[in-house]
């Protein structure tokens, strides 16, 4: 056995491992449309909903408000086009100390989706759909509520 070709290809492989552990598959991206359909127009009339976005439970603070979610928008008719955001922060202050923790997420991080309805408090909301990773399209579709499936689409014009 030729032990010099064990002693190279070792520390070639843990290289290239360790590389790409350390990338990632995805990156953030601008302009990530979604495609909602508005299932409470079927058979009418339309309810507004109000689309939320749920950064995944790897950045889900535990606070007492419930889970963070992103406004995406306000859907009215059938159908509309809204844009995904591409970062968000939030913030938990501690009150006696003013420590800040910060959770970081980008849409190249899982995150799902939901709907509240005209009345409904964002503290009431929670995700319908199962979490997914935005940046690995241009564009989204789903039928909400109650639509629990996403799929890769073409970008939509918001």
């Known amino acids: ?6 002693h190279v290809s070792i520390p070639l492989f843990l290289l290239l491992a360790g590389a790409l552990a350390c990338s990632s598959a995805t990156q953030p991206r601008a302009n990530v ?4 359909t508005n299932t409470t127009c079927t058979p ?3 309810t507004p909903l109000r ?5 995944g439970m790897d950045v889900q603070p535990r606070t007492p408000g419930g889970l963070w979610s992103l406004d995406v928008g306000t859907v009215t ?17 501690a009150a ?3 420590d800040t923790t910060t959770f970081t997420w980008t849409n190249a991080d899982p995150m799902a989706l939901g709907a509240l309805g005209p009345t409904e408090s964002a503290l009431q909301a929670s995700p319908d759909t199962r979490e997914f990773v935005a940046a ?4 989204w ?13 073409d970008a939509c014009t918001p």
Do not use: E, K
């Open 1 to 6: 056995m030729d032990t010099r070709h064990h």
């Open 33 to 36: 449309t979604l495609l909602v």
């Open 44 to 46: 009418g009339p339309c």
């Open 51 to 55: 689309i939320r976005a749920f950064p």
């Open 77 to 93: 008719t059938a159908s509309a086009c809204l844009t995904l955001p591409s970062t968000a922060g939030f913030y938990v202050i």
């Open 96 to 98: 006696a100390t003013n």
């Open 136 to 139: 690995g399209a241009q564009g």
């Open 141 to 153: 579709s789903v039928a909400l509520p109650g639509g629990a499936t996403l799929a890769p689409a």
